[in-house]
């Protein structure tokens, strides 16, 4: 028996805010990042929608870093004092992971998170508030996933909290949230939408569900998202709706290493989520190609890469990662992405482990060792190509 779960609504395309005029409810808060909603006057537009539904809101705002269990500790008395209705998320992965986590502690105040973090094991949520995801940087998908990533404060460690409670009630995908998305944003949150597309494609739990939505992400990712990180909005808009049908694929079919990797290595390395995985990526296909080659060159063949055999498809699929990051400035290895040599030898054997411990390694269509996920990171960080 397979399970396919996505929010019960998803509107999308210009105005699509509107529809929060519609919703029933009395409080809402709103939870957004560094101000730049609050600058290009999107988060107005977003109050005001909701004022003619008669909904009151309250912001917390601020939340500029990936979130940590004390970061979502610091917010909670917030939502426990103002008992909102909804709560939305408004941002790229960190606003949004962060209400989510909040969510879950406002419904279940004695739950621990190590309860939490048990995958698929939360209890029922919708007690006291439903959830809404209103992107403005187009890869994470959060507004579709069943997924929040919070970094534990005390270890440093992050961990995907992952249940099909977490599922938004309703993602609204409006292309006037990514007009001003700044160029390094749609880089990286592009390469996350990539790695979602092709670590879906050919994870452990793909179906025949996912893998639609997977592959027509990834055509439409290679017709557009060079083109959006040039100014082209059309292009943008686009890619704002191809991350979230990638989102639905992931949420799905789950991810891979490459996942499990930037989890781990992100914190102690401070690269951001989609630049790590875009560092990762060509050297996690490398690996697993063994195993679902078949898969890539499929891959491949859709976006009409060149050529005749199984080995040069696959081989296409790579250099058109390489290339991607390349044009949009993204490191391909973490030394040049700035990563100490010192530091990366200090932290890696804790890395390869902590790897091997993220739910999306249990995922990745090829079995890996420990060891492995070592020679994984050592190969990310010196660029050598994976021949394990
Ligand atoms: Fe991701």
């Known amino acids: 028996m397979n399970r396919f779960t996505i929010p019960r609504d998803i509107y999308f395309g210009e105005n699509a805010l509107e529809t929060l005029e519609s919703l029933e409810g009395k409080k809402a808060?709103?939870?957004?990042?560094g101000g730049s909603v609050k600058e290009n006057g999107n988060l107005d537009k977003i109050q005001s929608h909701l004022a003619k539904a008669n909904?009151?809101?309250?912001?917390?705002?601020?939340?500029t870093e990936e979130p940590s269990t004390q970061l979502v500790q610091d917010h909670l008395g917030t939502l426990n004092e103002y008992e909102?209705?909804?709560?939305?998320?408004?941002?790229?992965?960190?606003?949004?992971?962060a209400a989510k986590a909040m969510w879950i502690f406002y419904e279940r105040p004695n739950l621990s998170f190590e309860d939490a973090m048990q995958p698929f094991n939360l209890p029922g949520l919708r007690t006291k508030a439903k959830f809404i995801g209103i992107p403005t940087t187009s890869g994470t998908a959060s507004e579709i996933s069943n997924l929040s990533v919070i970094t534990d404060s005390e270890t440093g460690v992050k961990h995907p909290l992952a249940d099909f409670e977490l599922t938004p009630d309703l993602a609204v995908i409006d292309p006037v949230m990514v007009e001003s998305m700044p160029q390094k944003v749609i880089a990286y949150s592009g390469m996350d939408a990539v790695t979602h597309s092709i670590e879906a494609y050919v994870a452990k739990p793909r179906t025949t569900f996912t893998d639609s939505?997977?592959?027509?992400?990834?055509?439409?990712?290679d017709e557009h998202l060079l083109s959006s990180y040039k100014g082209n909005q059309e292009s943008r808009e686009k890619v704002h709706y191809a991350q979230a049908m990638a989102g639905m694929a992931f949420a799905n079919a789950v991810l891979g290493n490459v996942h499990s990797m930037a989890h781990k290595s992100g914190p102690t390395?401070?690269?951001?989520?989609?630049?790590?995985?875009?560092?990762?990526?060509?050297y996690v296909i490398q690996f697993n190609r063994s195993v679902v080659g078949d898969r890539f060159a499929k891959m491949a063949k859709r976006l009409e890469l060149k050529g005749d055999t199984e080995e040069q498809l696959v081989d296409s699929l790579i250099e058109w990662v390489r290339e991607l990051n390349r044009e949009m400035g993204v490191p391909n290895t973490l030394k040049e992405f700035g990563v100490s040599e010192d530091l990366f030898k200090e932290h890696v054997d804790q890395m390869a482990k902590n790897a091997m411990d993220d739910p999306c390694t249990g995922t990745n269509p090829r079995e890996t060792s420990e060891e492995e996920m070592k020679k994984l990171f050592e190969a990310a960080y010196y660029g050598k190509e994976v021949t394990f």
């Open 29 to 33: 808060v709103l939870v957004i990042g």
């Open 55 to 63: 909904i009151e809101t309250k912001v917390i705002e601020g939340i």
């Open 84 to 97: 909102p209705d909804w709560i939305i998320g408004i941002g790229g992965g960190s606003p949004m992971d």
């Open 213 to 221: 939505l997977a592959i027509e992400a990834l055509e439409t990712l």
């Open 269 to 282: 390395f401070e690269v951001p989520h989609g630049c790590a995985n875009g560092i990762y990526l060509p």
